[in-house]
């Protein structure tokens, strides 16, 4: 079956600083993958997602960049985070675009 | 602009009410509509609703979709301190990504 890791659960990180966040998938081969930022009270934002190694689209520009440096791996960076970085970061799988995702865990983001 | 909306935003209930969430979505090249409930942390998956008037059930829950009016309702019967969660409603388009609604927080009051 199918599991996805994602870590850390939480982080506290100064502003400016960076930030990885890593989210790996196993069980299955080329997926689709996600990650979405969820404000407090509010709904799932999409902010990258990938169709394959190496591709990587971005849906809100922002200062934060991805990276899929292996099938089932994919990372969430920031060179300097901001304030308004922090949130609740979720990254999900899909195999392929018409079929439900499943999300891993969440790793909630402090700002300070 | 692709936009799914959901009503209420917030609910709270009694144990053993029955609740009726909504989903409504304007997309373009919809192909289906998920359903999640998020408790603490990972949304997880419950439905995922392609044809018209068909419904799902699980347990006591239950989910239909109407592609005509662009809609989806989310039924729990009986409800349990365990059902207080968010409800999130997705809509898929063909080819693309999911387009997600603000949620509904459900809470079940013992």
């Known amino acids: 079956s199918q599991t996805i890791h994602q870590w850390p659960a939480t982080l506290v990180q100064p502003v400016g600083s960076p930030l990885s966040l890593e989210c790996t998938v196993e069980g299955t081969s080329n997926p689709n993958l996600y990650w979405y930022r969820q404000a407090a009270g509010r709904g799932l934002q999409l902010l990258f997602y990938?169709?394959?190694?190496?591709?990587i689209s971005s849906e809100v520009p922002q200062n934060l960049s991805a990276s899929r440096p292996q099938d089932r791996q994919f990372i969430l960076s920031s060179k300097k985070l901001l304030l308004s970085d922090s949130g609740f970061y979720l990254c999900?799988?899909?195999?392929?675009?018409?079929?439900?995702?499943?999300f891993g865990q969440g790793t909630r983001l402090t700002v300070v | 602009e692709d936009k799914v909306v959901q009503s209420p935003l917030s609910l709270v209930v009694h144990e053993g009410d029955t609740v009726t969430l909504n989903c409504s979505y304007e997309?373009?090249?919809?192909?289906?509509l998920l359903w999640y409930k998020q408790e603490k942390k990972a949304p997880t998956f419950l439905f995922m609703l392609?044809?018209?008037?068909i419904e799902k059930k699980s347990g006591r829950l239950s989910s239909i979709l109407d592609k005509k009016e662009l809609f989806s309702i989310l039924n729990i019967t009986a409800t349990q301190t365990g059902d207080s969660a968010v409800y999130l409603c997705a809509g898929t388009l063909y080819g693309q990504n999911f387009v997600f609604g603000p949620g509904t927080r459900l809470s079940v009051l013992p």
């Open positions: 990938s169709v394959g190694i190496g591709q």
């Open positions: 392609t044809s018209s008037g």
């Open positions: 999900a799988w899909a195999q392929g675009f018409n079929t439900e995702a499943f």
């Open positions: 997309v373009t090249n919809f192909r289906s």
